[in-house]
């Protein structure tokens, strides 16, 4: 019981924060409303980041390299009058992997922190880093699992483009920053951080982790003594 009403709490979160997958960015992409936005420095820093639950395992290099250049992709189309820096934190990671029993469906997430800088003040536009919990989205490729029907590559590289857009988005909520109007927030911080305590507490229990590994090795088992059809 443990490991189900843990899942069920995680699921929630996934429901709360999910939306649809960002497509890759082309010149129809429409751009939003960022003033005189203009994208300096691209920092990402994946290194120490947490592995999540029933997580497929990625190197720091790994994410640090798709999602830079999915922020250089989507924001490096503005082109206003001055300079901004972000850094962006990778925190955490679940990349969904196969074999997982399917009522958990497991599905991937990144728990980033971003802060935004000012080039010509030279100070921070957010003294709190703004903390996002970022997920596939819903698709038909996830609905059972992405670990089933997405190889790891896949999967980072649907997340850090879900990151970009979530920043951009992020970066127009606050349009003050860069002279414009800003807009009401879609995914309020108290939402991205109960979706990251659910990650991370599922991540935090041990139970959970051993009983699905049990339950998968038993599937596996089960499977290769099931006799082969003639």
Request: hydrophobic content about 45%.
């Amino acid at each position: 019981m443990l490991v189900f009403r843990t899942f069920l709490a995680f699921l929630a979160a996934l429901t709360l924060v999910a939306c649809g997958e960002a497509k890759m960015v082309t010149q129809e992409t429409p751009k939003l409303q960022l003033g005189d936005f203009s994208f300096g420095h691209n920092i990402v820093v994946a290194d120490g980041m947490q592995k999540g639950v029933f997580s497929r395992t990625a190197e720091p290099e790994e994410i640090k390299d798709s999602l830079t250049a999915a922020l250089a992709e989507r924001l490096g189309r503005y082109d206003g009058d001055k300079l901004y820096h972000l850094g962006i934190k990778v925190e955490a990671y679940a990349l969904a992997m196969p074999g997982i029993p399917i009522v958990f469906k497991p599905k991937s997430a990144y728990i980033l922190t971003v802060t935004a800088w000012d080039d010509a003040a030279g100070g921070k536009l957010n003294e709190e880093p703004r903390l996002l919990t970022i997920f596939e989205g819903t698709s038909a490729q996830t609905l059972i699992g992405s670990g089933i029907t997405r190889n790891k590559q896949e999967q980072i590289d649907v997340l850090s483009r879900n990151a970009a857009r979530r920043i951009e988005r992020w970066l127009e909520e606050n349009g003050d920053w860069f002279g414009v109007a800003a807009v009401g927030a879609e995914i309020t911080q108290e939402d991205d951080t109960a979706a990251a305590l659910e990650l991370l507490a599922a991540n935090a229990d041990p139970d959970a982790l051993a009983a699905a590994q049990k339950v998968a090795a038993e599937q596996q088992a089960a499977a290769q003594t099931q006799p082969q059809s003639q």
